[in-house]
């Protein structure tokens, strides 16, 4: 992407060699000037077409652009073309993009001339100089910059329409927000295309239906998911999995209740910084809290004795089911939910112990996103937010001992400003999938401030009390995120030890029916899901059935030839081809990848 401007020194250079980027320094600058272009160039074209159009914002996001429009009457997706296609007489017409600069009552006077009732709202809220931009007749409130001329655009696509509340408030006006993306090059918005119609494949909404893994019913809500058998098993095998490595380092498992009395939630701070995203009720005249996080529990279950130096660090592990209220707009599949699980624990531990916990559960991490075949994944240390507990020099010790962690794992990390949680800053691990997208995974957080509103302490070699420090960390995160990752990374086709159905054992005539029990039989013995698919239909629709639409690991094919050799045909997922493998051969390298979890 060449330089749009001339005095842009991109700031990534001057990190790189502490391992550290600060996050909002992170995007490429100019890629998205061009793109914050190319939304104001639709922004032009709609408001040609729709007059009467008011505009919202228009802002250049991590994959492209969008544009909110208060439009005279509503549009639908096949009018995108058309947008398009006066966007492409904008961009040969070359316009210049020039600046303008105005005082505030003259921007104010300009746009209520033009009734943008939008734009006198943000004006309200900005101080100092005026910017805007314009291009032909059109112009806008921005603060720039832009490239030279709408000419330089090259490749460009609208992709949706989506409603959107002005200012993502459920009070404001709902506005039609259109999105698109822009490249430099036309290959490079091809690729593009081809990555989304690819996630359009994947998407494990999509994929969760076909498979018949999860659903979600109007009759119970939005953000209640109910799994099905299929997903059922997928479930069970991630959290046996999860119950085994937490024993292996020394978790102790613990069950937390579902509500708690309002009084847990206040002391813990929830009441204050949370309860937009909380659930009250009343229980015989007393108000009660769903739960929307374990830490106040695994504290209770804590302070239920006196505790030893010599005892920690103690670490409490839960799937624990948590609710938290989040707008319908939001809500995503099994992305954004309202009731999930997290593989959550709690670590209390000594200060001189929580550099090397950190340490500890870092590796813990990575050793789990690998089992589930996820190689890649950005690291973020996320600061203090702008409503915490706490005093800053507090912050200050957590962070820092986050920072340390982090650098003597050797990670490089972005900086995310402003975006711990209440009680502490946290580290947050976005894994990468198959197409290269991130996806919230574990996180780590380090807290000085619920031990403190608690009175959680243990006893030191020296008689007297002192606070431990608190980590607050998932190695996976919510089930249902994870879950959908997992069947977006694979397209629903998951390695074998999750495959709900891990063997289907197909025969060719009713004759070859008990033989293909008899090895169901061998395979159960060795805990393999497997069933016995003995309809009277072609082998051909059997095996596509099979792999496209269940997704199944193995098919073994039963005829004549195998019961007079004592053999199986085996054909494996995305495979062509069969081979001829004794029955014990193929349960023996069966049960190893089922073990050694190979994907």
Known sequence: MRRWL????????NYQNKGVIKRKEFMIEDLQIYRHSTAHIMAQAVCELYPGTKLGIGPAIEEGFYYDFDLPSPISPEELPKIEAKMEEIINANLPFKKMVMNKDEAKKFFNQKNEIYKVELLDEIEGEITLYQQGDFIDLCRGPHIPSTGLIKAFKLISIAGAYWRGSEKNPMLTR????????????????????????????????????????????PGLIYYHPKGAIIREEICRF??????????????????????????????????????????????????????????????????SYKELPIRYFELGTVYRYERSGVLHGLLRVRGFTQDDAH?????????????????????????FGFKEYDVYLSTKPEKYVG??????????????????????????????????????????????????GPTIQVDFNLPQRFNVTYVGSDGNEYQPVMIHRVVLGSLERFLGALLEHYAGALP????????IIMTIADRHISYAEKIKERLLEQGVRVKVDKRNEKIGF????AELLEKTPYMLIIGDKEIETEIVSVRKRHTKESANLLVEEFVDNLIKEIKEKIY
């Not at 018949?212 to 109007?218: A, E, G, L, Q, S």
Request: proline fraction near 4%; charged fraction near 30%; hydrophobic fraction near 35%.
């Open 6 to 13: 001339t005095n842009y020194h991109s700031p990534i250079t």
């Open 496 to 503: 074998t030890w999750l495959s709900p159905t891990q063997v």
């Open 242 to 307: 999860l119950r085994q490595e937490h024993a292996k380092r020394d978790y102790l498992e613990v069950v937390t209740p579902h509500i708690a009395k309002i009084d847990l939630w206040q002391t813990s701070g929830h009441c204050e910084y949370y309860k937009d995203n909380m659930y009250f009720m009343e229980v015989e005249d007393n108000p009660y809290v769903l739960k929307p996080m374990n830490c106040p529990g695994h504290i209770l279950i804590y302070k239920n004795q006196t505790r």
């Open 542 to 545: 059997k095996i596509r059935e």
């Open 347 to 371: 670590i209390f531990c000594r200060q001189d112990q929580l550099e090397e916990e950190i340490c500890t559960v870092l590796n813990f991490a990575s050793e789990m996103l690998k089992t």
């Open 391 to 440: 005093t800053p020099d507090i912050w200050e010790k957590a962070t820092s001992a986050l920072s340390v962690g982090l650098k003597k794992q050797g990670l490089n990390y972005a900086i995310d400003e402003g975006e711990g949680v209440f009680y502490g800053p946290k580290i947050d691990i976005k894994l990468k999938d198959a197409l290269g997208r991130a996806w919230q």
């Open 178 to 221: 259109i999105y698109g993306t822009a490249f430099e090059k036309k290959e490079d918005l091809d690729n593009y295309l081809f990555k989304l119609e690819e996630a359009k494949r994947r998407d494990h909404r999509k994929v969760g239906k076909e498979l018949k893994i999860f659903d979600i019913y109007d009759e119970v809500g």
